[in-house]
């Protein structure tokens, strides 16, 4: 059992794909001109740092969750296998191919779920929000929020009704390191094999968190700065950690400054029920501000929608048509 948590999800992706005997490593780290692959052969578990011109095919260079063909001998990355999903900052996620293009800033791949962290000593802006949920949607799934650092409970409880008024259907747990009743129903979302990216502005809490439910010092943290709360970036590059009593993976990442999503394709499934209450309306192009019989403003007046539901959704439609 213990093996098999501790695999980096290899044993059950060559199982899955019919690789059995096959040399198969995953990227587990990202330093930047560094990389390191993990592989098994004959239950036997290597990890090895690689420069990554080395991690680099034809096409496309490893990203950290991907699983490869990697030669002990020449130390090389020989393929890369197909992804299921793939976490990037310039692009949209509902596309096709998930091989890199010259516009993106890839993050990690083969991700199950996204966790974006809000931590409540910080600065919060539903704009900003959305922006993350645009971005950050895999195969068509909203990101979870973690509500850090619940000690703040006042502000805990003001974040959490200001995203429940914009985005009814988002899951919000909240989560202190400091807690272990909190940290136990955290775990008890987690599934085995899961590979979850954790996002979120530095200094929101990922690296505590990793460290709280591994029980190790698994990460690096610093103390965030006075005044603001901002984080220092003590993580500064993307790592793949196991969490053996759980059997299952978290993705570590740097703090994110800014948010890019300017090639977004797919509306967030958060304003799914007003895509479904849009098509009630009259006129195909509605834009459900001042037209005549729009099913969306009626739902408003109804109380059926939140207004900051509405005004998000306005918001991101204005961006879209912009990118459009």
């Not at 929020?145 to 974040?159: E, N, V």
């Not at 136990?184 to 809490?205: C, H, R, Y």
Request: proline letters at 4%; charged letters at 20%; hydrophobic letters at 35%.
């Amino acid at each position: 059992m213990v093996k098999k948590q501790l695999d980096c999800g290899i044993r059950t992706f060559q199982n899955d794909n019919d690789l059995t005997g096959a040399f198969v490593g995953r990227c587990t780290h990202d330093f930047g001109q560094i990389v390191t692959i993990t592989t098994l052969n004959d239950g036997d578990f290597k990890t090895k740092a690689i420069p990554k011109r080395a991690a680099q095919t034809l096409f496309d260079h490893v990203l950290v969750g991907d699983f490869v063909s990697y030669s002990p001998t020449t130390h090389r990355v020989l393929q890369i296998y197909p992804r299921s999903s793939v976490i990037s900052k310039a692009k949209s996620h509902a596309k096709k191919s998930f091989h890199q293009q010259k516009n993106e800033q890839p993050i990690a791949a083969n991700i199950n779920t996204v966790w974006i962290m809000i931590a409540a000593d910080q600065r919060f802006t539903i704009e900003k929000l959305t922006r993350y949920l645009e971005t950050f949607q895999i195969n068509g799934q909203d990101p979870e929020i973690l509500l850090s650092k619940s000690d703040y409970k006042a502000a805990t409880q003001r974040l959490k009704h200001q995203i429940a008024q914009a985005y009814p259907t988002l899951v919000i747990t909240e989560v202190s390191i400091h807690d272990p009743r909190q940290l136990d129903a955290l775990k008890q979302q987690i599934t085995p094999e899961e590979t979850i990216a954790v996002l979120g502005a530095s200094g929101a809490g990922k690296s505590s968190l990793l460290n709280a439910l591994t029980d190790t010092t698994l990460s690096a943290v610093h103390a965030v700065r006075n005044g603001d709360h901002k984080g220092k970036h003590t993580t500064t590059g993307v790592s793949l950690n196991v969490l053996p009593a759980l059997g299952a993976y978290y993705v570590d990442t740097p703090g994110f400054k800014t948010i890019s999503s300017h090639l977004v394709k797919q509306t967030p499934e958060v304003f799914a029920d007003i895509l479904v209450l849009a098509k009630g309306c009259r006129f195909r192009d509605c834009r459900h501000v001042s037209e005549p019989h729009c099913n969306v403003k009626a739902a408003l007046v109804r109380g059926e929608l939140t207004k900051a539901h509405y005004e998000s959704f306005l918001k991101f439609e204005q961006r879209a048509s912009r990118r459009s």
